[in-house]
Nanobody
Framework: QVHLVESGGGLVQAGGSLRLSCAAS???????MGWYRQAPGKQRELVAV???????NYADSVKGRFTISRDNAKNMMYLQMNSLNSEDTAVYYC??????WGQGTQVTVSS
């Protein structure tokens, strides 16, 4: 297991952008990783995943707007979020296989 810490959340206007970062305490190479989010009153949902080799997959709701990436040398993962809307408001969590989770970072999009 690795310890994960998210950063980069905040308040942004609709149409704006944010970049989330996830810092891992140990090596992430070889580990699939991803971003999840949980809005108030809703279940946690997958946003994007990235394999150890860099293959990516996105939820339909964020395709074309969000980009997941990783830097294994720095033990970091990122989520570039563009064209944000109010439905993107949630706590965003970093995940690393097999079962490490960060504490979450709040993203609030104002309309």
């Amino acid at each position: 297991q690795v310890h994960l810490v998210e950063s980069g959340g905040g308040l942004v206007q609709a149409g704006g952008s944010l970049r989330l970062s996830c810092a891992a305490s140990g090596r992430i190479s070889g580990k699939p990783m991803g971003w999840y989010r949980q809005a108030p009153g809703k279940q946690r949902e997958l946003v994007a995943v990235i394999s150890s080799g860099g293959a990516t997959n996105y939820a339909d709701s964020v395709k074309g707007r969000f980009t997941i990436s990783r830097d294994n040398a720095k033990n970091m993962m990122y989520l570039q979020m563009n064209s944000l809307n109010s439905e993107d408001t949630a706590v965003y969590y970093c995940w690393a296989a097999p079962g490490s989770w960060g504490q979450g970072t709040q993203v609030t999009v104002s309309s």
